[in-house]
């Protein structure tokens, strides 16, 4: 599907991105990556190992507007992944969270406008964006009130997208997406992507901190899973122009999660801890997506369980640990 095509991914050296660009290059797609390697987040030159041969490697940053000129033109898709993703950062440094997530995504919508406006834009947003669920399953009409800064600017950032659809027919699409676990995340700190901090407390035989009694629900989602949706929206003529949840549906509690990680790991303990105050400040409590759209309009839907999925990733970092921790 994407043979020969020309893609430029964002934040691709990142724990979304580069399993993107790994699969977009065995499609056969010409990729470009830019990624600043923002510390602190998931940017890591290993992730692209596979691939470095294969992919154009600019490191740059999207809120430059001369880089993001020249980097759209002739594109046929651009994903845009570059982000600040850290929620309690988002909260201590918001000015950062803004210039990043808004300012750097309408530095790319105006590359777009002036150079490239046949390339079609794919937004990764989180479904954060919703704020506490008023009803569960969410769908994308359930009222969007955000808890922190760094939903606030993936909801902007969402609709400044679909802005430049609808006015100047710069097509894009926007993904609410779900808590995302897998290969290729960061595991040095726990200030985002607790489950992939399950998963180092489990392989390390430490104990696991969850916090609360443990009963919040949310969906979590394997990176590849989320990956195919990518792929299949972006190929879906009428997918452009919408806004979709990708997630699995399926509500697992955070207790039975550190549960099920310390069965498949066969090392590790759970461990009730309170709530730190700036955790509790962006908490949202229970979540779990209603994927019915997205599978009515592109037919995705997920495939990895939840067992496979935690039993691949343990696999991975069992492989290049080193590499991660
Ligand atoms: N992982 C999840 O569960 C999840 C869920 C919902 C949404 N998202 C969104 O998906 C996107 C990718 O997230 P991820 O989990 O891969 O995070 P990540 O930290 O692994 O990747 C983000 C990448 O963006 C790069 N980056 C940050 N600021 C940049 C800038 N100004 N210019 C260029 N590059 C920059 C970072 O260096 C990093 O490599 C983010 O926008 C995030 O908000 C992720």
């Known amino acids: 599907m994407f043979n020969n095509k020309e893609v430029l ?6 724990f979304i991105g580069s399993n993107l660009c790994i699969e977009l290059v065995r499609q056969g797609a010409h990729v470009t990556i830019i990624d600043n390697m923002l510390p602190r987040q998931g940017g890591n030159l290993f992730n692209i190992r596979d691939i470095v041969g294969n992919v154009t490697v600019n490191i740059s940053d999207v809120r430059n507007q001369l880089s993001m000129n020249h980097l759209v033109k002739e594109k046929d898709y651009v ?7 850290n929620h309690v950062d988002s909260m201590k440094n918001p000015l950062q969270d803004l210039e990043i997530n808004c300012q750097g995504t309408l530095v790319l919508l105006e590359a777009l406008r002036h150079f490239n406006r046949d390339a079609r834009v794919i937004f990764a947003g989180t ?5 506490s669920s008023v009803s569960l399953p969410v769908d994308e009409d359930h009222p969007t009130n955000p808890k922190g800064v760094y939903a606030v600017t993936n909801l902007t950032a969402e609709k400044l997208v679909l802005v430049y659809d609808d006015v100047f027919k710069i097509k894009g699409i926007c993904l609410r997406i779900t808590n995302t676990y897998g290969p290729r995340h960061q595991m040095a700190h726990d200030e985002y992507g607790v489950f992939n901090w399950f998963i180092r407390k489990a392989m390390d035989n430490e104990e ?23 792929i299949k ?3 879906t003529e009428e997918a452009y122009g919408n806004v979709f949840n990708v997630g699995t549906g399926i509500p697992v509690s955070f207790f039975d999660l550190a549960r099920k990680i310390v069965a498949v790991a066969g090392s590790g303990r759970t461990k009730f801890t309170e709530f730190t105050q700036e955790r509790k400040e962006v908490e949202p409590g229970d979540y779990y997506a209603d994927i019915t759209r997205i599978k009515k309009i592109t037919g995705w839907a997920p495939a990895i369980s939840l067992d496979e999925g935690i039993a691949r990733t343990i696999d991975f970092y069992r492989q290049f640990r080193r590499e991660y921790w």
């Open 233 to 235: 929206v972006a190929t």
């Open 79 to 85: 994903f845009h992944l570059a982000g600040q993703v």
């Open 127 to 131: 479904r954060g964006e919703y704020g």
């Open 9 to 14: 991914v964002t934040g691709g050296l990142g």
């Open 208 to 230: 696991i901190p969850v916090m609360g009694d443990g009963r919040i629900l949310r969906d979590f989602l394997y990176v590849e899973d989320l990956i195919n949706s990518m």
